[in-house]
């Protein structure tokens, strides 16, 4: 047996020890003592820092709409991370990231400035990037890894017929609008169409779930250890190639520089 393959089955036997011994006992302490309760969709007023995200979101569609001006600069997810492949396989997801759990993305964020000097406001961040959706597209139904996590959408290039651009979580179904908050709970099943024949491009946020000390320390490890997975690395490793191949400099900043406690 080779050294490389040797070191994938301990990290893979890392992963489920991990799994089995810290994983889900964290998660049935993050679900019995969550502050904002348990819910396929939260109001945003119950999260006060909102409003100052919802109040700059003309500043970032300004600068979203100059990184559309060059598409073919921005991957689709699948090209990013290949565990999107369940969801999608061509082009009508594409992603550009900002945070993936708590690693800057160091060249996209000096990109998008007023973005990121926003996004790193919000208490608890750990993933960012925008997530633009092509005209008649869909996406399955699929969840996500852990409920450590709540999960945030910003509109910002919302269809004319927006109530045929919308996402179900669990039997609750939503859409959204521009300038606008929608805040769910992944580990809901979930579903997106566009049934529409234009974009849809929303500010796709990841951000700790509102917890007590202290299982939010433990809350805060369990993540920690997850930006570490191999999940993870894929894709700051495939930004930072895909920014060297489209000339645009340097990606991944394995450092965490963004405020990961309160709520």
Same mark, same amino acid.
């Given at each position: 047996?080779?050294?490389?393959?040797?070191?994938?089955?301990?990290?893979?036997?890392?992963?489920?020890?991990?799994? =089995?011994?810290?994983?889900?006992?964290?998660?049935?302490?993050?679900? /019995?003592?969550?502050?904002?309760?348990?819910?396929?969709?939260?109001?945003?007023?119950?999260?006060?820092?909102?409003?100052?995200?919802?109040?700059?979101?003309?500043?970032?569609?300004?600068?979203?709409?100059?990184?559309?001006?060059? =598409?073919?600069?921005?991957?689709?997810?699948?090209?990013?991370?290949?565990?999107?492949?369940?969801?999608?396989?061509?082009?009508?997801?594409?992603?550009?990231?900002?945070?993936?759990?708590? /690693?800057?993305?160091?060249?996209?964020?000096? /990109?998008?400035?007023?973005?990121?000097?926003?996004?790193?406001?919000?208490?608890?961040?750990? +993933?960012?990037?925008?997530?633009?959706?092509?005209?008649?597209?869909?996406?399955?139904?699929?969840?996500?890894?852990?409920?450590?996590?709540?999960?945030?959408?910003?509109?910002?290039?919302?269809?004319?017929?927006?109530?045929?651009?919308?996402?179900?979580?669990?039997?609750?179904?939503?859409?959204?609008?521009?300038? =606008?908050?929608?805040?769910?709970?992944?580990?809901?099943?979930?579903?997106?169409?566009?049934?529409?024949?234009?974009?849809?491009?929303?500010?796709?946020?990841?951000?700790?779930?509102?917890?007590?000390?202290?299982?939010?320390?433990?809350?805060?490890?369990?993540?920690?250890?997850?930006?570490?997975?191999?999940?993870?690395?894929?894709?700051?490793?495939?930004?930072?190639?895909?920014?060297?191949? +489209?000339?645009?400099?340097?990606?991944?900043?394995?450092?965490?520089?963004?405020?990961?406690?309160?709520?």
């Amino acid at each position: 047996m080779n050294r490389h393959m040797s070191v994938k089955l301990v990290v893979k036997a890392a992963n489920l020890s991990f799994y =089995r011994i810290l994983y889900r006992p964290t998660e049935w302490l993050v679900r /019995r003592f969550s502050s904002v309760g348990l819910h396929p969709f939260f109001d945003p007023s119950e999260f006060g820092w909102i409003p100052r995200i919802e109040a700059g979101w003309t500043s970032m569609r300004d600068e979203l709409r100059a990184l559309l001006r060059e =598409r073919e600069r921005i991957p689709s997810f699948h090209e990013l991370s290949q565990v999107q492949l369940k969801i999608t396989r061509d082009d009508k997801w594409k992603t550009y990231w900002l945070y993936a759990c708590g /690693r800057k993305m160091g060249e996209n964020c000096r /990109r998008c400035p007023e973005t990121t000097r926003l996004i790193e406001a919000i208490p608890g961040i750990k +993933t960012a990037f925008f997530s633009i959706l092509a005209a008649r597209a869909h996406l399955p139904e699929h969840t996500g890894p852990y409920a450590g996590v709540l999960r945030y959408h910003l509109g910002l290039i919302v269809p004319r017929q927006k109530e045929a651009c919308r996402i179900r979580v669990g039997s609750d179904v939503a859409h959204w609008e521009e300038g =606008r908050s929608v805040v769910f709970d992944d580990t809901y099943m979930h579903e997106v169409w566009n049934d529409t024949d234009e974009e849809r491009v929303v500010l796709f946020v990841d951000f700790a779930r509102p917890l007590s000390f202290p299982v939010s320390m433990l809350n805060d490890a369990v993540i920690w250890l997850f930006s570490r997975s191999g999940y993870i690395q894929e894709i700051v490793e495939n930004v930072d190639e895909w920014n060297r191949q +489209t000339g645009t400099g340097t990606a991944g900043e394995p450092s965490m520089t963004v405020r990961t406690s309160g709520t």
